[in-house]
T-cell receptor, first 113, second 113 residues
Framework: NAGVTQTPKFQVLKTGQSMTLQCAQD?????MYWYRQDPGMGLRLIYY???????DKGEVPNGYNVSRLNKREFSLRLESAAPSQTSVYFC????????????FGPGTRLTVT | QKEVEQDPGPLSVPEGAIVSLNCTYS??????FMWYRQYSRKGPELLMY????GNKEDGRFTAQVDKSSKYISLFIRDSQPSDSATYLC?????????????FGKGTLLTVNP
């Protein structure tokens, strides 16, 4: 039982390049989330998907897009990376939108130069 | 004023000490209070959860919520080196479509053998 998996673990991009961060969960959870974690800023919600087929903006959605591919997978896309998007990105899932417990993946460390 | 304030530390204690970690918040609508533990270069994991006011104990860990003061605490008794991690408080409103968890910035704790 892998829980929440994320790929890649590390990535270096040049300004303007694009990339997609992948996330998958095997817990049959309905809700999935993308966060970024920056020193001194804590965890901030980028986008979330309350259930398959729905996505909504979180606190810091600018510069990102998401796709809920199916119940298991939720991807985050950076269309034109900027140095301000250098961060650690975490994907999380929960059984339902109202469940307080979120299960986090191991994170993707992204550097944009 | 930020919705959730948490002293980032760092906090360094000797093994066996009692540790007190705290968060204050400004939004009186918060009803669910959580503590997540995050080891270095890992994703956060839920440690404790409390609904509304009161205390909850789990082994060496006690979570307290004082809604009148908008103050939550996590106490760790007989701290161990394995408790060394960043501790994040998180909060959520109840009801409606308020799925978002609001996190504190995290407190880095080191327990020295």
């Amino acid at each position: 039982n892998a829980g929440v998996t994320q790929t890649p673990k590390f990535q270096v991009l040049k300004t303007g390049q694009s990339m997609t961060l992948q996330c998958a969960q095997d817990m049959n959870h309905n809700s999935m989330y993308w966060y970024r974690q920056d020193p001194g800023m804590g965890l901030r919600l980028i986008y979330y998907s309350a259930s398959e087929g729905t996505t909504d903006k979180g606190e810091v959605p600018n510069g990102y897009n998401v796709s809920r591919l199916n119940k298991r997978e939720f991807s985050l896309r950076l269309e034109s990376a900027a140095p301000s998007q250098t961060s650690v990105y975490f994907c999380a899932s929960s059984e339902t939108p109202v469940r307080y417990e979120q299960y986090f993946g191991p994170g993707t460390r992204l550097t944009v130069t | 004023q930020k919705e959730v304030e948490q002293d980032p530390g760092p906090l360094s204690v000797p093994e066996g000490a009692i540790v007190s970690l705290n968060c204050t918040y400004s939004n009186s609508a918060f009803q669910y209070f959580m503590w997540y533990r995050q080891y270095s270069r890992k994703g956060p994991e839920l440690l404790m959860y409390t609904y509304s006011s009161g205390n909850k104990e789990d082994g060496r860990f006690t979570a307290q919520v004082d809604k009148s003061s908008k103050y939550i605490s996590l106490f760790i008794r007989d701290s161990q080196p394995s408790d060394s991690a960043t501790y994040l408080c998180a909060m959520r409103r109840s009801g409606g479509s308020n799925y978002k968890l609001t996190f504190g910035k995290g407190t880095l704790l080191t327990v020295n053998p």
